[in-house]
């Protein structure tokens, strides 16, 4: 089991040709909503990779709520952790350009109400996955980090968005999954020696015994274990949208180390889930099946 302790939103999102500057308005193409929120998100992805999730957060009691749950509803994942608040569902509001890159701002609305505590809503035992991000109070994500460790549970944070306040949280998790510019952030917080990049990996697995998995998009994904150090090439592709691709591979690699995967395979195949998620548009509308994901595997 996989249980994803985090955020749930609506993403409101506009394409445009390209993304506007600070102060210029552009004019969009095309707007939809979808669900989103980098916690719903990666349990979809989870879901979607064939193994049973369950999701604690928070929702509204408005109009938003119910489109905000309904691709976790109609992939079964477990929604009986998922509290409704006073304050509005969460919302991102999303840009898209014609290039496939994104700026997109996030209201946290009732994912701030997760509070701490909110993990014994649901009952974690040794074995299971948990899996968090950074879009829910801080507090929450440290209490979650040290219940799930303390009932056996394997966790897995994703530092999304970067938070200065997070870094310390980073060596309590087993797995933690930056993409390069947060781990470079982090990594000047920390304050990580090593000439470059794959160095202040080293030094962070090894100063804490945990592992640090880094995305680097289309250049593929670094690893950093206390003993081991590992790359993966990505697949080459030309991006469509990345919205939710960094969620896509983290709900893949938290199933893939739930069904008892090697590091090294388990990177490559989220890595194929993110690219992927890449081709088509939105978040959760574009996280690829797990035949999906086989397919690409094979042609590569
Ligand atoms: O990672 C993409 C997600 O970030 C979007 O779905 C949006 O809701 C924001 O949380």
């Given at each position: 089991?996989?249980?994803?302790?985090?955020?749930?939103?609506?993403?409101?999102?506009?394409?445009?040709?390209?993304?506007?500057?600070?102060?210029?308005?552009?004019?969009?193409?095309?707007?939809?909503?979808?669900?989103?929120?980098?916690?719903?998100?990666?349990?979809?992805?989870?879901?979607r990779?064939?193994?049973?999730?369950?999701?604690?957060?928070?929702?509204?009691?408005?109009?938003?709520?119910?489109?905000?749950?309904?691709?976790?509803?109609?992939?079964?994942?477990?929604?009986?952790?998922?509290?409704?608040?006073?304050?509005?569902?969460?919302?991102?509001?999303?840009?898209?350009?014609?290039?496939?890159?994104?700026?997109i701002?996030?209201?946290?609305?009732?994912?701030?109400?997760?509070?701490?505590?909110?993990?014994?809503?649901?009952?974690?035992?040794?074995?299971?996955?948990?899996l968090?991000?950074?879009?829910?109070?801080?507090?929450?994500?440290?209490?979650?980090?040290?219940?799930?460790?303390?009932?056996?549970a394997?966790?897995?944070?994703?530092?999304?968005?970067?938070?200065?306040?997070?870094?310390?949280l980073?060596?309590?998790?087993?797995?933690?999954?930056?993409?390069?510019?947060?781990?470079?952030?982090?990594?000047?917080?920390?304050?990580?020696?090593?000439?470059?990049?794959?160095?202040?990996?080293?030094?962070?697995?090894?100063?804490?015994?945990?592992?640090?998995?880094?995305?680097?998009?289309?250049?593929?994904?670094m690893?950093?274990?206390?003993?081991?150090?590992?790359?993966?090439p990505?697949?080459?592709?030309?991006?469509?949208?990345?919205?939710?691709?960094?969620?896509?591979?983290?709900?893949?690699?938290?199933?893939?180390?739930?069904?008892?995967?090697?590091?090294?395979?388990?990177?490559?195949?989220?890595?194929?889930?993110?690219?992927?998620?890449?081709?088509?548009?939105?978040?959760?509308?574009?996280?690829?099946?797990a035949?999906?994901?086989?397919?690409a595997?094979?042609?590569?």
């Amino acid at each position: 089991m996989i249980i994803v302790v985090g955020s749930i939103n609506l993403d409101l999102i506009a394409n445009v040709d390209r993304l506007p500057s600070p102060g210029e308005t552009v004019s969009g193409s095309s707007f939809t909503t979808a669900p989103g929120g980098k916690g719903a998100n990666q349990a979809l992805a989870a879901a979607r990779a064939g193994v049973a999730v369950r999701m604690v957060g928070a929702v509204g009691k408005d109009n938003f709520a119910a489109e905000a749950l309904a691709l976790l509803r109609d992939a079964k994942v477990d929604l009986s952790g998922v509290g409704e608040t006073f304050a509005s569902t969460g919302t991102a509001l999303i840009m898209v350009g014609d290039d496939g890159e994104n700026i997109i701002a996030v209201v946290p609305g009732a994912n701030a109400s997760v509070v701490p505590g909110d993990l014994s809503k649901t009952f974690v035992k040794e074995g299971d996955v948990v899996l968090l991000q950074h879009e829910i109070p801080l507090a929450t994500i440290e209490a979650a980090l040290d219940q799930a460790s303390a009932a056996g549970a394997v966790t897995v944070l994703n530092t999304a968005p970067f938070h200065a306040e997070a870094a310390a949280l980073l060596g309590k998790a087993d797995y933690v999954v930056a993409n390069e510019t947060e781990f470079d952030l982090y990594g000047e917080a920390l304050a990580l020696g090593g000439r470059d990049r794959a160095a202040r990996m080293r030094d962070f697995a090894g100063r804490t015994g945990r592992t640090i998995v880094v995305t680097l998009g289309g250049d593929g994904v670094m690893a950093a274990t206390p003993t081991d150090f590992l790359t993966v090439p990505a697949m080459k592709i030309t991006p469509v949208d990345t919205v939710g691709a960094g969620d896509t591979f983290c709900g893949y690699f938290a199933a893939c180390l739930s069904s008892g995967l090697a590091l090294d395979k388990a990177l490559a195949r989220a890595g194929a889930a993110g690219s992927l998620a890449c081709l088509k548009p939105g978040g959760q509308p574009a996280i690829p099946l797990a035949a999906d994901v086989d397919q690409a595997l094979k042609s590569h």
